[in-house]
Nanobody, 126 residues
Framework: VQLQASGGGLVQAGGSLTLSCAASGRTGSVYVAGWFRRVPGKEREFVAAVSRNGGLTGYADSVKGRFTISRDNVENMVYLQMNNLKPEDTAVYYC????????????????????WGQGTLVTVSS
C-alpha cells in the first residue's frame, strides 16, 4: 500500500486547509485510515481516524470540533478538513493505514498502522 499526502501549506490563524491522502496498491477500502502529526522535537501524535466505511470517526481532544476526517472509497482518498487553525496546529501531517477486515473499528495507536505517507507540512501563522 502506498500513501501520498498533499495539501499542506501556510495559513493564518483562524483559516482552513484540507489535506488529502491518496492510497494505491492492494488495499481496496479494507483499512482504517488515520492522520497523525509531528511537531519538531516532539513525538508523533494522533489527530483523527476513520473506519473502513466512514461510519465511525475519532479525534484527538485538541482538534475535536475543528477538524473533520472523511474518505472516498471509490477514489481511494482520505481527507482531513481543518478549520479554525491555531499556531499550535503547526506540524508535519502524516496519513496512515491500518489494514483490517473489521467494520466499525478505529484506532489511535500509532503502532497499529502499517503504512505511512511521506508527510505534508502545515504552518499556521499567528
Amino acid at each position: 500500500v502506498q500513501l501520498q499526502a498533499s495539501g499542506g501549506g501556510l495559513v493564518q490563524a483562524g483559516g482552513s486547509l484540507t489535506l488529502s491522502c491518496a492510497a494505491s496498491g492492494r488495499t481496496g477500502s479494507v483499512y482504517v485510515a488515520g492522520w497523525f502529526r509531528r511537531v519538531p522535537g516532539k513525538e508523533r501524535e494522533f489527530v483523527a481516524a476513520v473506519s473502513r466505511n466512514g461510519g465511525l470517526t475519532g479525534y484527538a481532544d485538541s482538534v475535536k470540533g475543528r477538524f473533520t476526517i472523511s474518505r472516498d472509497n471509490v477514489e481511494n482518498m482520505v481527507y482531513l478538513q481543518m478549520n479554525n487553525l491555531k499556531p499550535e496546529d503547526t506540524a508535519v501531517y502524516y496519513c496512515a493505514a491500518h489494514p483490517t477486515y473489521r467494520l466499525g473499528y478505529i484506532t489511535e495507536h500509532e503502532s497499529e498502522y502499517d503504512y505511512w505517507g511521506q508527510g505534508t507540512l502545515v504552518t499556521v501563522s499567528s
